[in-house]
């Protein structure tokens, strides 16, 4: 399984970005998908995860009501909608796969795939 995070970039407070996570074929169907992030002295942080065959997605509390996910299956591809952008979202941001059970969607540790990461500045 390959995956592959793109569109990070710079955006001021209050702005948009969309994030695309381009999996190997079947992966978004067949594994929970979800992205974290991580800011410079920080643990990686749970964001969003959407469960197998789009049954369900859960967000993290500090981005519930604005940041949405997205699958393609047809692309392979996960999409994070980010809107109203923060200061503190700034990180480098992941996405991955998990192979276990939807309790464990917000465990980094449980997740077997990993993509490179992309980079998201919120700043003035």
């Known amino acids: 399984v390959q995956l592959q995070a793109s569109g990070g970039g710079l955006v001021q407070p209050g702005g948009s970005l969309r994030l695309s996570c381009a999996a190997s074929e079947g992966t978004v169907s067949r594994y929970i998908m979800g992205w974290f992030r991580q800011a410079p002295g920080q643990e990686r942080e749970f964001v969003v995860a959407?469960?197998?065959?789009?049954?369900?997605?859960a967000y993290a509390d500090s981005v519930n009501g604005r940041f949405s996910l997205s699958r393609d299956s047809a692309k392979n591809t996960v999409y994070l909608q980010m809107n109203s952008l923060k200061p503190e979202d700034t990180a480098v941001y992941y996405c991955?796969?998990?192979?276990?059970?939807?309790?464990?969607?917000?465990?980094?540790?449980?997740?077997?795939?990993w993509g490179q990461g992309t980079q998201v500045t919120v700043s003035s």
């Open positions: 991955a796969a998990n192979n276990a059970v939807w309790s464990t969607r917000e465990q980094a540790g449980q997740y077997i795939y």
């Open positions: 959407s469960s197998r065959y789009g049954g369900g997605t």
